[in-house]
């Protein structure tokens, strides 16, 4: 058991973090993906679940949700990826792509870190949840 942890630190201008709200009126998220980025770099996605997907039984029985949580790395990639196209900037991307999903794929408001290093806790809002 004799592993050492080193810790890491993540730096984004700004980032998000996305969760999957089973039912519409849930308080229970299950938080996904951060999603973030640099200034003139692509989007970075930081796996809360494996990227490979998790199986939606118990969680929902929308096809579209489903195949969300199946592969959520083709996913966010695919409508990050026409949002970036759609308008030349990542940050207008993440921003098209919180305002547009805010149903089951919850999103914190974007936030701004600027040049400090991502350090603080992470606080889940659940948008639409009440």
Known sequence: ?????????????????????PNLDSTRAIPLVLIGYRQNEDPWFVWLVPKEGVTPEGLTDDPYYAKVLRDPLAYFRKKLGKYVEETGCVKRAIEMLIDCHQN???????????????????????????
Request: net charge negative; glycine share 6%; with cysteine.
């Open 104 to 130: 089951h794929l919850a999103f914190t408001a974007l936030t701004e870190l600027g040049e400090t290093p991502f350090r603080h806790p992470l606080q889940v809002e659940l948008v639409g949840a009440f």
């Open 1 to 21: 058991m004799g592993l050492t942890i080193e810790p890491t630190e993540i730096s984004f201008d700004a980032y998000t973090m996305c969760s999957f709200l």
